[in-house]
Structures are given as structure tokens and as C-alpha cells.
């Protein structure tokens, strides 16, 4: 069966720090990969999604960059963190438009 | 931008009750999907329902579609207290991989 991990569960971070969350998938290949932010209440807001090994495509420009080094893990790094990173970070993976998706159980990423 | 929005943004009901929660979206879709998020966690795939399906069920869910008025409603009958959670719709638009989120409804049932 296919499982997704993601890592860590919370972070605390200061401002200026770099970050690096890391988002494998396992029992799947060739999946598409999507990195999530949900701010306090609030819907999802998509980040980046890749369907490829090395293809981002980023849909809100910001203060992160997405990686997809190998065909099941894809990271969401920042150079310099700022405050409003903080947020909930979810990755998740589907094999196509017409499949559900499958979420990680996400990050908290508080900056301070 | 949120394809969907959710309505009501809360509701809370007794266990036993029905809980209704309506989804309406802003362009064509291929296909509309409903999860669900307990607090703090990841979302969890519920159903999903296709752009030429007019109603489907899984379990207690029962999910409709109009897509003439482009809203979704999903209906959970019988509900119980582990049903206590947010839910949201989400759409996949075109030819694109990628599914855009409501602002979801936060469904309390209580005992």
C-alpha cells in the first residue's frame, strides 16, 4: 500500500533561518506531489506541484522554493524565513486528476 | 484563489442528526472532491464525484452535484461525535493536475 511521510511534525523557527521540509512517498511510482499552506482556520492554499522528477510549477510567488530531487520526495525549502511563513504545511500525492488525495500529516512551522 | 466556497462556514448538531454542508465553485470542473481535517491533522479523501455524476454515495456520505449551479452539497446521515471535524470541497479544473480548496465548514456533533 501506498504511504506518504512528512517531517518534522512542528518546527519553531526565527526569522531569517533557513528551512527545509521533506515530503517522501512510498509503495507508488510517477506520482504528482503537491505542497499545501493552511493559515489558522482557513481553506488550503496551493504552493507548488510537480508531476515529474525536477519539474516545479509554483503558483503564488513568496519566500519558498520547492525541489523534487527524486521521483517519490519533494522539499519545500526557504532561504530566509519570515513571519509569515508561519502556517500549516501539508504534502500530498495523487496519481492523476481523477484520483483523490492523499495528505501527509503536515508540519506546523511557527517563525518567531 | 479558493475555487470553492463552503457554507455554513460552522455547524453544530446532535448526535443522530443529519449534517448537510453545501459546496458552490466559480468555473467548470472535471471532477469535485470532499475530505475531511480533524484538528491538526492532514486531510483525509472522502469522496469523489465526477462532472457528468449527479449524485454518489459511500457509507453515511451521500454527495450531490449540479453542476448548472455549479454547487455540491455533501450530506452525512446519522452522524456521530468522531464525525466532529472541518470539511472542505475541492475542484480540478481543465486540463490541470491540480485541485484548488474551499474555505471549508467545521462540523461539531455533539453527544
Known amino acids: 500500500s501506498q504511504t506518504i511521510h512528512q517531517w518534522p511534525a512542528t518546527l519553531v523557527q526565527p526569522v531569517g533561518s533557513p528551512l527545509s521540509l521533506e515530503c517522501t512517498v512510498e509503495g507508488t511510482s510517477n506520482p504528482n506531489l503537491y505542497w499545501y499552506r493552511q493559515a489558522a482556520g482557513r481553506g488550503l492554499q496551493l504552493l507548488f506541484y510537480s508531476v515529474g522528477i525536477g519539474q516545479i510549477s509554483s503558483e503564488v510567488p513568496q519566500n519558498l522554493s520547492a525541489s523534487r530531487p527524486q521521483d517519490r520526495q519533494f522539499i519545500l525549502s526557504s532561504k530566509k524565513l519570515l513571519l509569515s511563513d508561519s502556517g500549516f504545511y501539508l504534502c500530498a500525492w495523487s496519481k492523476g486528476t481523477v484520483y483523490g488525495y492523499t495528505f501527509g500529516s503536515g508540519t506546523r512551522l511557527t517563525v518567531v | 484563489s479558493q475555487q470553492g466556497e463552503e457554507d455554513p462556514q460552522a455547524l453544530s448538531i446532535q448526535e443522530g442528526e443529519n449534517a448537510t454542508m453545501n459546496c458552490s465553485y466559480k468555473t467548470s470542473i472535471n471532477n469535485l472532491q470532499w475530505y475531511r481535517q480533524n484538528s491538526g491533522r492532514g486531510l483525509v479523501h472522502l469522496i469523489l464525484?465526477?462532472?457528468?455524476?449527479r449524485e454518489k454515495h459511500s457509507g453515511r456520505l451521500r454527495v450531490t452535484l449540479d453542476t448548472s449551479k455549479k454547487s455540491s452539497s455533501l450530506l452525512i446521515t446519522a452522524s456521530r461525535a468522531a464525525d466532529t471535524a472541518s470539511y472542505f470541497c475541492?475542484?480540478?479544473?481543465?486540463?490541470?493536475?491540480?485541485?484548488?480548496f474551499g474555505t471549508g465548514t467545521q462540523l461539531k456533533v455533539e453527544l
Open positions: 475541492a475542484a480540478t479544473t481543465g486540463g490541470g493536475n491540480k485541485l484548488t
Open positions: 464525484i465526477r462532472s457528468n455524476e
